[in-house]
T-cell receptor
Framework: DGGITQSPKYLFRKEGQNVTLSCEQN?????MYWYRQDPGQGLRLIYY???????QKGDIAEGYSVSREKKESFPLTVTSAQKNPTAFYLC????????????FGSGTRLTVV | AQSVAQPEDQVNVAEGNPLTVKCTYS??????LFWYVQYPNRGLQFLLK??????LVKGSYGFEAEFNKSQTSFHLKKPSALVSDSALYFC?????????????FGAGTRLAVHP
């Protein structure tokens, strides 16, 4: 089945450490996105990528970094510069075009301990 | 600027009663509108979309939405609510933001269906 996979489902990080969240899709989608969701809140866009080797900052990119070396993969690194990283992180992908929605992964819950 | 508004943080409904979750939008050009549902600790699941055609769109799990161009609204509806419908619902519009065409999400509405 085609889909989008995020791993791990739960992640614990010590303060001062960088961590990388994985996002892989086999839907042949060109565009991929990372969102942050805080408890009971809406979605905030971190980074997005329309094509391989290209990505743009979203609304809250500070303290995060991404890469897009392959069409299928869009990993997100939460760096030590992110002061409040505890959140639920969602990855999504889509066909580029006006009539298309997003397919979401099941999310990664990151907790700083 | 393109935007989506979900005016209610929470909607409370008794099981078996009809439900409505409201959404209004602002977008230049033709609107492409979507509804998603999120259960706890899960990703967003697609419910339905309006691209063109009939103003009443039917989607998953018995949900439907009515597109109203004059009121710039796309309210989500279900004739008879189930306790299992309790979740967080997001409305979205596809539009230009920051130079790129992408989904713009509302803040979400929490639906609570009581037995």
């Amino acid at each position: 089945d085609g889909g989008i996979t995020q791993s791990p489902k739960y992640l614990f990080r010590k303060e001062g450490q960088n961590v990388t969240l994985s996002c892989e899709q086999n839907l042949n989608h060109d565009a991929m996105y990372w969102y942050r969701q805080d408890p009971g809140q809406g979605l905030r866009l971190i980074y997005y990528s329309q094509i391989v080797n290209d990505f743009q900052k979203g609304d809250i990119a500070e303290g995060y970094s991404v890469s897009r070396e392959k069409k299928e993969s869009f990993p997100l690194t939460v760096t030590s510069a992110q002061k409040n990283p505890t959140a639920f992180y969602l990855c999504a992908s889509s066909v580029t075009g006006t009539g298309y929605g997003y397919t979401f992964g099941s999310g990664t819950r990151l907790t700083v301990v | 600027a393109q935007s989506v508004a979900q005016p209610e943080d929470q909607v409370n409904v008794a099981e078996g009663n009809p439900l409505t979750v409201k959404c209004t939008y602002s977008v230049s050009g033709n609107p492409y509108l979507f509804w998603y549902v999120q259960y706890p600790n899960r990703g967003l699941q697609f419910l339905l979309k309006y691209i063109t055609g009939d103003n009443l769109v039917k989607g998953s799990y018995g949900f439907e939405a009515e597109f109203n161009k004059s009121q710039t609204s796309f309210h989500l509806k279900k004739p008879s609510a189930l306790v299992s419908d309790s979740a967080l619902y997001f409305c979205a519009v596809r539009g230009l933001s920051g130079g790129y065409n992408k989904l713009i999400f509302g803040a979400g509405t929490r639906l609570a269906v009581h037995p």
